[in-house]
């Protein structure tokens, strides 16, 4: 017999006779989560231009990044960037890279810029640069963290090193590897993955150029026992000084990318097609979200979600009537997570009535996706409304629905 649980949300002034407990897995915004199946619900998560992007500070940061290397827990680490968000709307495996990782921070501004218009509260940038920067502090912490190189041009990972450990801080550089300029293949060799792994470092630092560098963390992800891993650019230039970084105010303007053609003119024809895709999708997404969001908040309208949920030994269906929105988040969580710990193939959403679904909804789907895929279990999308399939369209979620919709 399957089981229906019926969970309607309420406006604010509202009473219903329902669970006033506080729930256990709510967290703060500052809150580390602790291990288990659920962390990634518990994220507080915006799905911008179709990346899962965290709304989170720097100190967050740094407290999680303490806690993965205290418990050896694997944590991987993506800083979204432009470049990242043009590579990950044509290359399905870069964007796989980004929706399975453990924290994705907003890199550049004009993945701020973006967030600011539609209205989400990524307020600030959290660059990989500047992360690896406060690690390095000496007043970060009692235990240094010991890092592991990997990657960049002939020489630069251990001049990096060298300057890492020529001076007191938060990081020491326990061994640096030049792989050279091979393929993601040739650099996944047992014996270059027996050596990182053996270092026992806390942190792996790659600098492979971004898609190889993602496509290289997604395909060891596994074999990897360095538990902190992510991709950080140019931060090995600027370590080892081969390359110099932008000043504060040039960076706070959003001027970046011109200081890093003066230091690296070749830079020049990414930069000027990442600008182009950028024009593209404010024209095209940006725009029409920031419209949307608008009018919505404009509009007087119903604003209740009633999650229906059906069950039965091998899957669960989810309905959800009504606007998928913010407001609504905690219970759409609980729901998802009674549905994960159940342990079904498959999880089913119906989105027949769902009239309206905001980003940061569509972030908590992209978090169960995640869920779902750790399970080696089967997420579907059926009987999906026309103003929620806009609205996946818009927020660059369709691939949700082209590959993983059922009929």
């Given at each position: 017999m399957s089981l229906v649980e019926t969970i309607p949300v309420l406006r604010r002034g509202q009473m219903a006779a329902v669970d006033t407990q506080p729930c256990e897995h709510a967290q703060d915004f500052g809150a580390v989560p602790s291990a288990g199946p659920a962390d990634d619900l518990a994220r507080n998560v915006y799905c911008v231009l179709g990346m899962p992007i965290d709304a989170i500070d720097m100190a967050t940061v740094l407290r999680r990044i303490e806690a993965a290397a205290i418990s050896r827990a694997p944590f991987l680490i993506s800083t979204l960037n432009l470049n990242f968000l043009v590579n990950s709307r044509s290359d399905p495996q870069f964007r796989e890279s980004l929706l399975d990782s453990?924290?994705?921070?907003?890199?550049?501004?004009?993945?701020?810029?973006?967030?600011?218009?539609?209205?989400?509260?990524?307020?600030?940038?959290?660059?990989?640069?500047?992360?690896?920067?406060?690690?390095?502090?000496?007043?970060?912490?009692?235990r240094r963290l010991r890092v592991f190189l990997f990657g960049g041009a002939p020489g630069v990972a251990a001049a990096a090193a060298s300057t890492l450990n020529g001076m007191p801080g938060g990081l020491s550089c326990v061994e640096s590897v030049d792989p050279?300029?091979?393929?993601?293949?040739?650099?996944?060799?047992?014996?270059?993955?027996?050596?990182?792994?053996?270092?026992?470092?806390?942190?792996l630092a790659v600098s492979l150029g971004a898609k190889k560098g993602q496509l290289w963390l997604l395909r060891n992800h596994e074999r990897l026992r360095i538990p902190v891993r992510a991709h950080l650019g140019a931060v090995m230039n600027f370590q080892a000084g081969s390359v110099k970084r932008a000043p504060p105010s040039v960076r706070a303007c959003g001027l970046e990318w011109l200081w890093r053609i003066k230091e690296e003119?070749?830079?020049?024809?990414r930069y000027w097609?990442?600008?182009?895709?950028?024009?593209?999708?404010?024209?095209?997404?940006v725009l029409p979200l920031a419209t949307a969001t608008l009018w919505h908040r404009l509009v007087p309208r119903v604003q209740d979600l009633l999650i229906e949920t059906t069950q039965n030994s091998e899957s669960a269906m989810i309905r959800l009537c009504g606007v998928a929105t913010e407001p609504h988040i905690q219970k759409a969580i609980?729901?998802?997570?009674?549905?994960?710990?159940?342990?079904?193939?498959?999880?089913?959403?119906?989105l027949s009535d769902t009239r309206v679904m905001d980003p940061r909804f569509l972030?908590?789907?992209?978090?169960?996706?995640?869920q779902v895929k750790k399970q080696q279990a089967h997420l579907k999308f059926v009987r999906v409304s026309r103003q929620a399939e806009r609205m996946f369209r818009l927020n660059g979620a369709g691939f949700l629905l082209a590959s993983e919709r059922s009929v």
């Open positions: 453990d924290l994705c921070s907003a890199d550049g501004m004009p993945i701020v810029w973006i967030a600011r218009l539609i209205g989400l509260p990524i307020k600030e940038r959290v660059s990989g640069s500047d992360i690896f920067e406060a690690l390095k502090a000496p007043d970060r912490c009692a050279g300029f091979g393929t993601v293949e040739e650099m996944s060799r047992n014996d270059i993955l027996a050596t990182i792994n053996a270092s026992e470092a806390d942190f003119p070749y830079l020049w024809r097609n990442d600008g182009c895709v950028l024009l593209r999708l404010l024209l095209t997404r609980s729901c998802f997570r009674d549905a994960l710990i159940a342990s079904r193939q498959c999880i089913i959403i119906d972030g908590l789907l992209l978090m169960l996706r995640k």
